[in-house]
């Protein structure tokens, strides 16, 4: 798992070098961006390798590419900046109504899982997961646009037909590394590394037993 978040950070640095934004709210040292970066990276893993989630992408590495677009739709949104990250400033919500990296619009309502902006720059998995809900929403609405089209209604509204913005976001996700491991040797590693249940307590004998 180290392995494959470490994959991440360096494509999101390269992406992006943390440290450079002159936006008051966003401005940070290169090492607090680049220990941020993994804490991005860490989320949208968790999120993209949740069994329970279906990912967006088939083959050995489905979720490790479903993994990059995450963060390829992070890095259009956002830029991974500070002030979006964490929902400072008014530069944060881009047009005003939208939330956390992946700017999800959200407004002063609420998600479909019931996620207020507090909650989405709260916690990024949260960012994550609504965003993650709304792209497959987008590519089911787009299934019969081609493939690199798909994410049109996420980024424009609607299905549109050589659309530049879901090609771009789709294309630099699936142009990245490969990724140094499959998704049946993460999630083995995640098993090893779950916590092993606590051994039950056995009740003490009682005192006095003449038996």
Same mark, same amino acid.
């Given at each position: 798992?180290?392995?494959?978040?470490?994959?991440?950070?360096?494509?999101?640095?390269?992406?992006?070098?943390?440290?450079?934004?002159?936006?008051?709210?966003?401005?940070?040292?290169?090492?607090?961006?680049? /220990?941020?970066?993994?804490?991005?990276?860490? %989320?949208?893993?968790?999120?993209?390798?949740?069994?329970?989630?279906?990912?967006?992408?088939?083959?050995?590495?489905?979720?490790?590419?479903?993994? /990059?677009?995450?963060?390829?739709?992070?890095?259009?949104?956002?830029?991974?900046?500070?002030?979006?990250?964490?929902?400072?400033?008014? +530069?944060?919500?881009?047009?005003?109504?939208?939330?956390?990296?992946?700017?999800?619009?959200?407004? /002063?309502?609420?998600?479909?899982?019931?996620?207020?902006?507090?909650?989405?720059?709260?916690?990024?998995?949260?960012?994550?997961?609504?965003? +993650?809900?709304?792209? &497959?929403?987008?590519?089911?609405?787009?299934?019969?646009?081609?493939?690199?089209?798909?994410?049109?209604?996420?980024?424009?509204? &609607?299905?549109?037909?050589?659309?530049?913005?879901?090609?771009?976001?789709?294309?630099?996700?699936?142009?990245?590394? &490969? %990724?140094?491991?499959?998704?049946?040797?993460?999630?083995?590693?995640?098993?090893?590394? /779950?916590?092993?249940?606590?051994?039950?307590?056995?009740?003490?004998?009682?005192?006095?037993?003449?038996?």
């Amino acid at each position: 798992m180290d392995s494959l978040i470490a994959w991440a950070v360096g494509i999101m640095v390269t992406w992006a070098p943390p440290g450079t934004s002159l936006i008051k709210d966003a401005i940070e040292t290169p090492e607090a961006g680049r /220990a941020r970066y993994q804490e991005i990276a860490s %989320a949208a893993a968790k999120v993209a390798y949740d069994p329970e989630s279906k990912p967006l992408f088939g083959g050995p590495r489905g979720r490790a590419e479903t993994m /990059a677009l995450l963060l390829s739709i992070a890095y259009y949104e956002s830029g991974y900046r500070r002030d979006v990250d964490l929902g400072l400033g008014k +530069l944060s919500r881009g047009s005003g109504v939208d939330s956390c990296l992946l700017q999800v619009r959200v407004g /002063a309502g609420k998600t479909r899982e019931g996620w207020s902006h507090e909650d989405l720059v709260g916690d990024r998995e949260k960012c994550f997961r609504a965003g +993650l809900a709304l792209i &497959r929403k987008s590519f089911g609405a787009c299934r019969k646009q081609d493939a690199r089209d798909r994410l049109s209604a996420y980024t424009r509204g &609607r299905c549109i037909v050589n659309d530049k913005h879901s090609r771009a976001r789709i294309g630099r996700a699936l142009n990245v590394p &490969r %990724a140094p491991m499959t998704d049946e040797e993460v999630h083995a590693s995640m098993v090893k590394r /779950a916590p092993a249940p606590a051994a039950p307590q056995r009740a003490p004998s009682s005192a006095g037993n003449d038996s």
